[in-house]
């Protein structure tokens, strides 16, 4: 152990009291948090169950018309399936809008003559700026009409803003070209427009679809994902999805809609100037700028979330893949963040402004560097003898279990709701995967995210580019 003077003793001490006053606090508010929205979800997904009443009123004959929005670039290993199987979607008045941004691969070739599409000259009203179409192609598939549009790369952004000026229908529904849509996606998307008429926006559900099998957007068979890092994300997307994005909901607070799956009432979107191709973000960046414009207008609006509508994706099967991934999310968190920087804490913004900015500020933006800043600490307490070992490891491996649990709750909420089936196997991988993924993957994603942070003005708008496999979808 290293020794030191009296003062430079009591000073450390001092420090590393106060240090250990704001980690129990800062444990104590993410474990409170954590309970509430894993509790509020679970039960809002009971309920829903029971509710049989429910799927009947959104069985009826009030279709909303939505155009689906699918940015590409270099997608040609998944597109033709993710284009299939929005073609089998049970909605009655759509239209699919692919847009290949510039890819070096046959994306579009493929597209062409798997959909048998033709060449058309048709102008397109910019409402939002983004680089111009180099080629249109359409066609039909039964009643679905097809378009795939042709430009240079400008970005996940600038194909989107694209697709929305292309789009003829008043709500667009924008998914990633990797994902697969369950069959009754968009009349369960579209339920609270039938339920609201002020809502601008509405995120769907993600689920991964590593271990699934799909034959016309129905899940035939489920399991964990075999390879442990996709295996572990299950974990993380049902703690987000399932409870926190659910808890939000219950006061308009949601600040993000993922970018694979998120509906959005097109004139308000064209009207805040559409999605921002300078960040890397743009999901979670539209979502605040639409709380901003309405919050700042007067504008009565909701922004909800439909944990029914579920969007089957691909999660990275390789630490590489996520640690790519990882970053640039957290380089988009911290673009949004700091460009509407002026909601923090500010009345007129109400509880998106105190609550949603400041849980998103402490426990995701700066979360790495807090949590990175704690071991730093436990390491120089115990450099100076100043810790209790035996206790601070029952303390973590407490706080550990305790986060397992959480994480477990979510989990089987969803598979007992959705009336899933587990084998034995699957049960015990998640009991075990459940603590490793917070006690090993989330302090390697601590490391990643601070790794982003410092290098934030590096490959701002690149396509991360991720290895995908062919989905299981029939």
Known sequence: MLTASAATVSLIQGFLYGVGVFFVLYLIGYSTFLFLSVTVGS???YRRKRETHYK??????CYVPVSVIVPAYNESVTVVSSISSLLKLEYSLYEVIVVDDGSTDDTAQQIIDTFHLHEVDQPVRMQIKCKPAKSIWTGRHGSVPITLVRKDNGGKADALNMGINVSKYPYFVGIDADS?????????????????????????????????????????????????????????YDRSFLSARILFDQFNGNLIISGAFGMFRKDMVVAVGGYDPDTVGEDME??????????TNGIDYLI????????????????????????????????????????????????VGSLSYTYFLIYELFSPAIELFGIFTMVLAAMFNFVNIPY????FGIYAVYGSIMSLTAFFSRVQTRDLSLSRRDVVRALVLSLFEIVVLRFIMAVTRMVALIGIRKNKNRWDKLERTELHSQ
């Not at 539209?286 to 919050?295: A, D, W, Y």
């Not at 509508?309 to 099967?317: D, I, M, R």
């Open 43 to 45: 039960s809002f997904l």
């Open 56 to 61: 009947n009123q959104i069985m009826t004959d």
């Open 180 to 236: 697969v849509l369950q069959y009754d996606s968009l009349q369960e998307i579209v339920a609270p427009l039938i339920e609201n008429d002020n809502v601008v926006a509405v995120g769907g559900l993600v689920r991964l679809a590593n271990g699934v099998e799909l034959k016309d957007g129905r899940m035939t068979s489920y399991s964990l994902p075999k390879k442990t890092i996709a295996a572990m994300q299950v974990f993380e």
């Open 286 to 295: 539209l979502v605040t700028k639409l709380h901003v414009f309405c919050k």
């Open 304 to 351: 909800k979330y439909a944990p029914n509508a579920v969007c089957w994706s691909q999660a990275p099967e390789t630490l590489r893949d996520l640690i790519k991934q990882r970053k640039r999310w957290h380089r988009g968190l911290f673009e949004c963040m700091t460009k509407h920087w002026i909601i923090f804490g500010k009345l007129r913004y109400g509880l």
């Open 392 to 395: 601070m490891l029952m303390f």
